[in-house]
């Protein structure tokens, strides 16, 4: 669906250094992918990149079929993005939806009335009125409801109470089908547990970590410990958290069944990424 190979891209010819350079990725139809790394490193100008709305300096890219810089139409439609930050004019939701599903040829009305629906959004408001919470989830409803191949989301949480943020998770989980596929980037990493499968971490420039969560478990394992726990060979990370200690080890057995957690995770991943990697590369040797 999406190849990347050794992506370039550098703002300008005074930036002291590209922020991506030989960036490599590889993205599959029919899952959602979560998109983190720190702030900075690059995960709002990779999502344009992709999108068509910045340009790469260096390297090729494939998006579903399409060099994403030549912003083909036939792209475009296939592509939904819900950006941090927006615009929502004063009009109502039917205005809105007259001038802009032109753009989605499969957009589906139905659809996008259940979405509306489930968000407990009153489309007879201007949308501009809604607060940004609403404005999140009506642009959610529409991405959800174009039907488009590719969703983008870029901190889709932000925003959202407690309920709302179950909802979406819901919601996305739901539209999901074998020939789409969502990237959602955020740093609200404990809002999308049990959401994001596979899991990509883009750090320094780089994808440091590609891998589902079933490649992930079956080669670590976590665990919980009101003690720090010894240093031993298989212990590849440990983090003080509240109550106590949690430690990643290096567990390839049949019975590892142990649920991840992302920010511990992430971290580990942050700080060791060879050592991480390395255990998938014993799998294939």
Known sequence: MITLENLGFQYSKKAPA???KDLNLKLERGNIY???GLNGAGKTSLLKIMSGQLFRTAGEADVIGFDPGSRKPEMLREIFYVPEEFYLPRMKAETYLKLNTVYYPRFDREKFEEYCTTFQLDTSLNISDFSFGQKKKFLLAFGL??????LILDEPTNGLDIPSKTQFRKTVASALTKERSFIIS????RDMENLFDPLVILHEGKIVLNRTMGELSSRISMENSFTEPVLS???LYTEKVPGGWCTLRADSSPEN????DLEVLFNAVIYFPQEINALFEEVKS
């Open 257 to 260: 069944e142990t649920t991840l």
């Open 34 to 36: 979560g998109l983190l």
């Open 186 to 189: 955020t740093h609200q990493v």
């Open 145 to 150: 409801a174009s039907q488009a191949t590719l």
């Open 18 to 20: 590209p922020l991506f």
């Open 233 to 235: 060979e298989n212990i």
